[in-house]
T-cell receptor, first 112, second 116 residues
Framework: GEDVEQSLFLSVREGDSSVINCTYT??????LYWYKQEPGAGLQLLTY?????DMKQDQRLTVLLNKKDKHLSLRIADTQTGDSAIYFC????????????FGAGTRLAVHP | GAVVSQHPSRVICKSGTSVKIECRSL??????MFWYRQFPKQSLMLMAT?????????EQGVEKDKFLINHASLTLSTLTVTSAHPEDSSFYIC????????????FGDGTRLSIL
């Protein structure tokens, strides 16, 4: 079946790197996404990676994809207090071109 | 970049009222939009896929008569929660995909619905 799993909570010190991990089940997923949600707001697309890529970097964000293990990670360099939010991993499973399956979200807390 | 606008951002109303939420794609035409529901501290649950000019596709367990979806134009989808009750209180979020290529979904800012 379709399932995306994430750890629920991560706490880091300001200036350190954050790594949020995600596992998914559908090996046919074409794209994998990271979204950010701040309190009371909708989802903001952070980045996404095509399934034939191993890594994608965009400024402070680095996405690593291990397709063999169905493991996706998001690394945030030099984490700031403004990065505190919930981060959702999502997959685009086969058979549902438009459908996204979300993980439960990882709450990132950044402390001084 | 692609922008999706959702309105209203917050609604508080009495039990039995019907509430309409609008989702607009501002700078692209969206033949498909999506409606999600999010419970506190939980992930997003896809409710239905809204298709322009045709009936919406509902996910299993979502009541079609309770959550009416209309996608009358390429830039507007509406979700109407009919005869709302306290258990319908939730955060509702819409999204839309630009049609060209494998574009990701872009989300509205959500609507917080509180039924008294």
């Amino acid at each position: 079946g379709e399932d995306v799993e994430q750890s629920l909570f991560l706490s880091v010190r300001e200036g350190d790197s954050s790594v949020i991990n995600c596992t998914y089940t559908d090996s046919s997923s074409t794209y994998l996404y990271w979204y950010k949600q701040e309190p009371g707001a909708g989802l903001q697309l952070l980045t996404y990676i095509f399934s034939n890529m191993d890594m994608k970097q965009d400024q402070r964000l680095t996405v690593l994809l291990n397709k063999k293990d169905k493991h996706l990670s998001l690394r945030i360099a030099d984490t700031q207090t403004g990065d505190s939010a919930i981060y959702f991993c999502a997959e685009n499973p086969s058979g549902g071109y438009n459908k996204l399956i979300f993980g439960a979200g990882t709450r990132l807390a950044v402390h001084p | 970049g692609a922008v999706v606008s959702q309105h209203p951002s917050r609604v508080i109303c009495k039990s039995g009222t019907s509430v309409k939420i609008e989702c607009r794609s501002l700078d692209f035409q969206a033949t498909t939009m999506f409606w999600y529901r999010q419970f506190p501290k939980q992930s997003l649950m896809l409710m239905a896929t809204s298709n322009e000019g045709s009936k919406a596709t509902y996910e299993q367990g979502v009541e079609k008569d309770k959550f009416l979806i209309n996608h009358a134009s390429l830039t507007l989808s509406t979700l109407t929660v009919t005869s709302a009750h306290p258990e319908d209180s939730s955060f509702y979020i819409c999204s839309a995909r630009p049609p060209a290529g494998n574009q990701p979904q872009h989300f509205g800012d959500g609507t917080r619905l509180s039924i008294l």
